[in-house]
């Protein structure tokens, strides 16, 4: 280990002594975010080991203190190296125009995991990436369900004629109690089709990662594609537990990452072999895109209606679409519109929160 790497996991040493849960994997990841930034740059350091060794706002004042007093010798607390302005803000709480009872301020700061959620992921830091990517086990997705066709037996709901006759028959005729049954649920299939052209690329593995959560709840109705020049099928990767090891793999089997887009030809290739024979039927499909098509927009069009007569329901995310000033005018989301039940946005942690209970309810 060099000898910067020795000071750095001397720190994180320190703070575990200072009562931080630090694991050997916490500074694995902030070995490799401080490798990825300037180990010459304070700032860097400081912001690097907040985000991966400490476990919640509670840790920050100990590490605080630590880190002043490991890399500044200053052991006053609240040493912070500026990076960032901490959005802050007041908010009176005096009752009516009278301020003759004191003044009654409170001074409010969002946390940095709050923010985070809500930051654009194409704009993160190394370091922050690192820490969005752990905030990606807090999504806690629920698979939509659907009637099934098979009947169970219920304290309410329709007759069932079969098994009143069959009670009253042990009667010997003799009335006895009515019998009921109700339909069963059943899970319903969720497709996710990714898009991994160079347009999306800075998308491209937050979708995945979100993607690995769905397939983790529910292994066995969940399929994903990643679409672009070609068609892949990701889901036996994405069924591996560890996030990271099932990203590898996924990458591995991805022949057109950051390639050209032939959404509409892709689409077809979809449907004709995986689509129409059952994997779409009556599935919640949601097609991860900014819409941005080389070929043909009109075969788009005809592909989406298509798609929306197999499945129940039609999702497209859109990274775009929860920035200020979106307008849907790319000719592949205009062709597509019209055959959306839900266009939604998809380029932060609380997008996707916000995509998973519109899947959800579905």
């Known amino acids: 280990m060099a000898a910067p790497d020795l000071a750095l996991a001397g720190f994180a040493t320190a703070l575990r002594h200072a009562g931080l849960a630090v694991t050997a994997d916490r500074v694995h990841l902030f070995l490799q975010a401080v490798a990825s930034l300037d180990a010459t740059l304070t700032a860097d350091v400081y912001w690097a080991g907040r985000a991966a060794l400490c476990s919640g706002p509670d840790d920050t004042a100990r590490y605080d203190e630590v880190f002043a007093a490991w890399f500044t010798g200053d052991r006053s607390r609240g040493v912070v190296p500026s990076r960032t302005p901490q959005p802050s803000v007041q908010a009176n709480l005096g009752e009516g125009a ?34 969005l990517a752990r905030l990606f086990g807090t999504l806690r997705p629920q698979t939509p369900m659907r009637r099934a066709n098979r009947r169970r037996p219920s304290h309410r709901g329709e007759i069932d004629p079969r098994r009143t006759l069959r009670a009253q028959l042990r009667q010997v005729g003799e009335p ?53 020049t070609r068609l892949t099928r990701v889901t036996p990767a994405l069924r591996r537990r560890d996030p990271e090891f099932a990203l590898r793999l996924a990458g591995d089997v991805v022949p057109d990452w950051s390639g050209g887009t032939r959404l509409g030809e892709v689409l077809k290739v979809f449907l004709d072999r995986w689509g129409q024979r059952g994997t779409a039927r009556r599935a919640v499909v949601v097609v991860c895109s900014d819409g941005w098509e080389r070929g043909d927009a009109s075969l788009l069009g005809a592909q989406l209606q298509r798609l929306a007569g197999l499945a129940h329901r039609v999702v497209w995310l859109n990274p775009h679409r929860g920035k200020r000033g979106y307008e849907p005018v790319q000719a592949g989301i205009v062709a597509v519109l019209p055959h959306l039940d839900d266009l939604v946005a998809g380029h932060s942690l609380a997008s996707f929160a916000e995509l998973l209970e519109v899947v959800a309810d579905a």
Not at 107 to 128: C, F, K, P, Y
Not at 188 to 197: G, K, P, T, Y
């Open 98 to 131: 009278d301020e003759t009872e004191g003044d009654h301020t409170l001074n409010v700061s969002a946390s940095t995991t709050e923010v985070l959620r809500h930051r654009d992921v194409a704009e993160l830091s190394a370091a922050d990436r690192a820490e």
């Open 176 to 228: 006895g109690r009515v019998r009921y049954r109700r339909r069963s649920v059943r899970p319903r299939r969720v497709v996710v089709l990714i898009d991994v052209s160079g347009s999306m690329r800075p998308y491209a593995d937050s979708l995945l990662r979100l993607a690995h959560v769905m397939v983790q709840q529910a292994p066995r109705s969940v399929e994903v594609f990643t679409i672009g």
